[in-house]
């Protein structure tokens, strides 16, 4: 499944994350959470992500002209950044024919970067090549500022449960626009997740947000 993203000023369309869906037949919409847990259990969550990257970009190398200029953003744990994920990840961008400044890689912030140095190695490797690097859920999970320090970086990606406290004029307002001031102090540009209704858009476009994302 697809997730649009806009671009909060304009409202124009700019790409889409793959989000992992399985639609069975007797069990019915299976989400990420389940699916990475059964893949946990049987450790293959990083052949389970891989396969969903490679799914994702052959789909989205097949769009149609009209849609050439829209990213594509998918997950990355931080558990796949060794020695032969590059070079995985760049043979499936040359067999689809996917342009490699057309592809986001989301590093969800979740997974514990254990090796920074490593991790910032590989990440610097690939944005080279043109590809942009996010750090997603920010302001959940470990929420490390070494990452923003140490890590190659274009987005830094909001977590879709700030969104709807955005509205209100308590701490959760005071903490977004410190988020963003200090994203934009780094140069990253900032995604919202989980933007649902026009006032959280329109309390995102004052507080200078750069982008949407949601349905």
């Known amino acids: 499944m697809l997730q649009p993203q806009f671009e909060v000023a304009t409202g124009r369309l700019i790409g889409a994350e793959a989000l992992a869906r399985w639609h069975h037949k007797t069990l019915g919409d299976i989400g990420a ?112 500022l070494a990452y923003l320090k140490t890590l190659p970086l274009d987005f830094l990606k909001l977590d879709k449960g700030m969104t709807p406290d955005i509205t209100g004029d308590g701490k959760e307002r005071i903490v977004l626009r410190a988020i963003i001031a200090m994203a934009q102090a780094l140069g990253l540009k900032i995604i919202a997740e989980g933007v649902e209704t026009e006032e959280e858009l329109e309390m995102l476009r004052a507080e200078g947000c750069d982008y949407a994302q949601g349905f």
């Open 33 to 144: 959470d389940q699916l990475f847990a059964s893949a946990d259990r049987c450790d293959l969550r990083e052949e389970l992500s891989q396969v969903l990257q490679a799914e994702a970009i052959c789909a989205a190398a097949k769009w149609p002209a009209a849609l050439d200029n829209l990213k594509l953003s998918v997950n990355l744990g931080a558990d796949e950044l060794n020695e032969d994920y590059v070079a995985a990840l760049l043979a499936v961008l040359q067999e689809t024919g996917l342009p490699l400044a057309r592809l986001t890689l989301e590093l969800t912030e979740e997974s514990l970067v254990r090796d920074l140095d490593t991790a910032a190695q590989q990440l610097e490797e690939l944005r080279a090549m043109g590809i942009s690097i996010a750090l997603d859920d920010f302001g959940t999970g470990y929420s490390s």
